[in-house]
């Protein structure tokens, strides 16, 4: 059996019509001749802001107690206003953490600083992570101390529409 190089050089030499063919075999072959090419047509864009469904509010991002890139997640300079799911992920295990009260008063720093408001900070350290785990579970919190509160983060967020068409 002739290898795929082989195949595209007979085609080109038996055809005749010379470049036009052989741009169609090569295209075909590195394509593995599929008809869609677009990476992203499964996601059925349509247009900018549907990116905003697709990729950032499904995912949760976690995020250093220190780092002031957290602030990103919440920045004005996202497209659309989008806001990202970070969910503070404490340097408790890092070596540099002597004391393990000290990870949150720095990441409050971002409030004091400026870069996010107090909204954005209760989203980070507590109301992400409850939307993140009572969303796959509801009952993920029953019976803890934050059991009251989470039920209400819980049921002030909008269902997405995926979430709408199951129900």
């Known amino acids: 059996m002739a290898t795929k190089s082989q195949q595209l050089r007979q085609s080109f030499l038996v055809s005749g019509a010379g470049a036009a063919v052989l741009l169609v075999a090569l295209v ?15 996601c059925k864009i349509t247009r900018k802001e549907d990116w905003i469904e697709l990729f950032a509010k499904p995912y949760y991002f ?29 340097d408790i295990g890092h070596f540099d953490v002597i004391d393990f009260r000290d990870p949150l008063p720095e990441a409050y720093e971002l409030v004091e600083d400026g870069h996010i ?25 029953d019976g ?16 997405t529409p995926a979430v709408a068409k199951a129900a």
């Open 144 to 159: 803890t101390v934050v059991a009251r509160e989470a039920a209400a983060v819980l049921a002030a967020q909008t269902p």
């Open 62 to 90: 976690g995020c250093e107690a220190d780092d002031r890139m957290n602030a990103t997640a919440f920045g004005r300079g996202n497209p659309f206003g989008s806001k990202l799911n970070a969910i503070y992920s404490s």
């Open 28 to 42: 075909a072959w590195f394509t593995g001749n599929r008809a869609e090419l677009d990476d992203f047509a499964a």
């Open 117 to 141: 408001t107090e909204d954005n900070f209760r989203d980070f350290v507590f109301a992400n992570s409850v939307r993140l785990w009572g969303t796959q579970n509801p009952n993920f919190f």
